[in-house]
């Protein structure tokens, strides 16, 4: 084993240096800097080299990282990326956004009394060393296949299974009903966690690679399902989730209480520089608001994190549960605090306020009581405890749900599950329909872009094999083979 590592003993864990909250709040720039060699070196060589890298096994990818850790340490920086790569077509993403102390940081067997080694962070240097030398290359297929593949969907499922599959030689159609690549990518998460030119840099290299982007088609609206459908050998429905959950409660209907989806589109549209009426007119700006965000996930974290930067009177988190039972990264709670978000543990709210806009919501404190079936407390209001929220701006961030798929594409023939998502064969993907595939969160609800990843290698290693094994089938007989 490499002398250069196990230093976790006399060496402290070490993020990057983080901006000052009251300077960062001032843009949506990425809030953390990038490791220099010296600092990945040193970070990377805390890694034990456990005989059972649980960091790994608990990766949705398995991405090799015990092996790329060392490589850093030892300054093989390309040989360290293009292990790396071989396992994440976004790795430079992933180091950014992943809830690496949920996944694998939070698995890292070196953690208790010595913290674990700073995984997301050395990925992030690996791929940014590997773009700034040159070493990062667009597909370049050994052979051209007539085989083609439409793709419904620009999310980050999609974006992985357009890269695999023409590594392979296919000719790739990706289709999107947005104007840019990416998904939640560019519109759902904040620049302060992923600056749009990282993502529109992966976008160029798809581009130079040879797959074809088809923007602002609206399947099913502007083209049909079975016209789509007629123009490729196979089809891979990566669409993901963003129909908003609602919360049934009185007043919900009331002006000024919005979903997060939409409040985080119209500010990353703002930040892209295009013309957002919603945005000049206040209808989705906090500027000057008392702002109430209902949700403890990390779009949640994301709704606070961007009313700070509006500038809002007062940003505030309702969530039922308290802190330690969160679903989002403890990582993004901590950013929060220290930008002057308040949270309010155990509330929910009961109902809004207000005669044609939202005033205040009127919340419930709640007390956690015995475990249920999925092991977690369930939430039980304490009668008589209402209160009252000012609010102006309120932002729904109970999570996503798939759209009503047969109504979205105008096809009957797509099997859905009883929660609506996309029903597939997990061992082939393939939906009810002969030659269509699905991944993603339309396949999976809604979940971590690293798992989009993960569907979308997977699906195109199905759609690989399902179309070698359909022209074998079809490939004429061999003279003399026999009658």
């Known amino acids: 084993m490499s002398s250069k590592m196990l230093k976790f003993v006399a060496t402290e864990k070490a993020m990057p240096s983080k901006r000052k909250a009251d300077a960062r709040v001032a843009d949506f720039d ?122 419904i969907g620009a999310g980050p499922a999609g974006l992985a299974a357009a890269e695999m599959l023409r590594h392979r030689g296919y000719q790739v159609h990706v289709y999107d009903r947005y104007d840019r690549i990416g998904g939640l990518l560019i519109y759902g998460i904040p ?34 399902f079975s016209e789509i459908r007629a123009k490729h050998d196979a089809i891979l429905v990566a669409t993901g989730v963003y129909k908003a959950r609602d919360l049934n409660a009185p007043g919900s209907g009331l002006d000024g209480i919005v979903p997060a989806l939409d409040y985080l589109t119209t500010s990353n549209r703002k930040s892209l520089g295009d013309d957002v009426p919603a945005f000049e007119d206040g209808r989705l700006n906090a500027e000057g608001k008392d702002v109430v965000v209902i949700g403890g996930g990390d779009t949640a974290m994301d709704c606070v994190r961007t009313a700070i930067r509006q ?14 039972n969160m ?61 009252n929220m000012p609010a102006d701006l309120v932002i729904k961030a109970l999570g996503f749900d798939p759209e009503d798929m047969p109504k979205m594409f105008g096809d009957d023939g797509l099997g859905v599950t009883k929660w609506g998502t996309i029903s597939i064969d997990w061992k082939t993907m393939m939906t009810s329909q002969n030659g269509v ?30 179309i070698m094994q359909q022209a074998e089938a079809n490939a004429p007989r061999r003279a003399g083979s026999g009658s």
């Open 311 to 324: 500038n809002a009177k007062s940003v505030s988190c309702l969530y039922r549960r308290d802190k330690a």
């Open 30 to 151: 990425e809030i953390y800097d990038d490791f220099d060699v010296e600092a990945a070196e040193t970070q990377a060589s805390r890694c034990s080299q456990c005989g059972v890298p649980f960091c790994q096994t608990n990766c949705p990818l398995h991405n090799n990282i015990p092996d790329w850790l060392m490589m850093t340490a030892e300054g093989r920086m390309q040989e360290a990326y293009e292990l790396s790569s071989q396992t994440n077509n976004f790795p430079e993403i992933c180091g950014r956004i992943c809830p690496q102390d949920r996944l694998c940081e939070g698995s890292c067997v070196i953690e208790k009394g010595f913290e674990s080694v700073t995984i997301g962070a050395v990925e992030k240097h690996i791929t940014e060393t590997a773009f700034a030398e040159g070493w990062v290359k667009p597909a370049a297929p050994r052979e051209e296949l007539e085989e083609s593949v439409g793709i």
């Open 437 to 466: 595939f699905a991944a993603g969160d339309i396949v999976r609800g809604a979940s971590l872009v690293v798992w989009g990843v993960r569907d979308g290698r997977d699906a195109a290693e199905q759609i690989d094999a399902w």
């Open 327 to 387: 679903p989002g990264s403890q990582r993004e709670v901590q950013n929060a605090e220290e930008e002057g978000v308040i949270f309010k543990w155990l509330s929910a709210p009961q109902a809004f306020l207000g005669d044609d806009k939202v005033t205040a919501v009127q919340a419930q404190s709640i007390h956690l009581g015995q475990p249920d079936a999925t092991g977690r407390q369930v939430p039980q209001v304490i009668e008589g405890s209402s209160h």
């Open 191 to 224: 620049g302060f966690k992923l600056e749009k030119s990282i993502v529109e840099r992966r976008g160029k290299l798809l581009r130079d690679g040879g797959v074809h982007f088809h923007l602002n088609i609206d399947i099913g609206a502007d083209v049909t």
